[in-house]
Each structure stands twice: as C-alpha cells, then as structure tokens.
C-alpha cells in the first residue's frame, strides 16, 4: 500500500506578509535601541561639557596655577578625569549607533527586495 503525500505550499502573498511581519519586529527592536543610544548620546555630550566648564571655571577663578589650592586642583583633576570617560563612552555608543544603523539598513534593504530572487 503506497502513500500519496503531496507537498503544499502556502502562498506567496501570505509568504510575503510573514517576511514583513518579522522584519518590522527586528527593524522596530533596531529603532528602539538607536533611540536610546542616542539618548545616551545626548546625556553624555552634556555632562562632558559640563565637565570641561567646571574645570574651567575653577582655573578661572583660582589664580596661577602656581598660587592654586590643592583643593582646586583636585577638582579640577576630577573633572578632567571624569570628562575623559565620557569621551571614551562617547566614543563607544557612537560606534554603536553607527553599527545599528547599518543594521538598520540592511534589514530595510532586504523588505524592499523582490522576494522571487531569494
């Protein structure tokens, strides 16, 4: 006794929409982490200026440094120091905004395409 089984397929359309549906969630997964790197980015980019402006701000306001107290240039060490790790995170969640945006790209690149060529 012989099986027949035959193979079906669903259809393209519905194929199609199934791609589309799970590439928003990645897009939109994509977008969200973009969103909040960049609202990193921002909070970053203030606090490094508000850093360098205390720094600023004490050696304007302490003299030579020569004539400085130990206090001021221990504050103002700090706010160098601290200045210079916002730099090198800063640094970092432009590398990866960057990345995500690459991303970002080739998930849209690969929504637009015509499907029959895969």
């Not at 590439?23 to 990193?40: G, L, N, P, Q």
């Not at 640094?91 to 945006?101: P, R």
């Given at each position: 006794?012989?099986?027949?089984?035959?193979?079906?397929?669903?259809?393209?359309?519905?194929?199609?929409?199934?791609?589309?549906?799970?590439?928003?969630?990645?897009?939109?997964?994509?977008?969200?982490?973009?969103?909040?790197?960049?609202?990193?980015?921002h909070g970053l980019r203030r606090?490094?200026?508000?850093?360098?402006?205390?720094?600023?701000?004490?050696?304007?306001?302490?003299?030579?440094?020569?004539?400085?107290?130990a206090a001021d240039e221990t504050?103002?060490?700090?706010?160098?120091?601290?200045?210079?790790?916002?730099?090198?995170?800063?640094?970092?969640?432009?590398?990866?905004?960057?990345?995500?945006?690459?991303?970002?790209?080739?998930?849209?690149?690969?929504?637009?395409?015509?499907?029959s060529t895969r």
């Amino acid at each position: 006794m012989a099986l027949k089984l035959s193979f079906r397929t669903r259809s393209p359309d519905r194929d199609q929409q199934t791609n589309r549906t799970r590439f928003a969630a990645v897009s939109a997964a994509i977008s969200t982490a973009i969103a909040d790197a960049e609202r990193e980015r921002h909070g970053l980019r203030r606090r490094i200026e508000e850093y360098y402006s205390t720094a600023v701000a004490i050696m304007d306001e302490s003299g030579d440094f020569a004539d400085r107290a130990a206090a001021d240039e221990t504050a103002i060490s700090q706010a160098e120091q601290r200045a210079s790790a916002g730099r090198a995170r800063l640094d970092t969640v432009d590398a990866q905004i960057e990345m995500l945006q690459g991303l970002q790209r080739q998930v849209e690149a690969f929504l637009l395409e015509d499907p029959s060529t895969r």
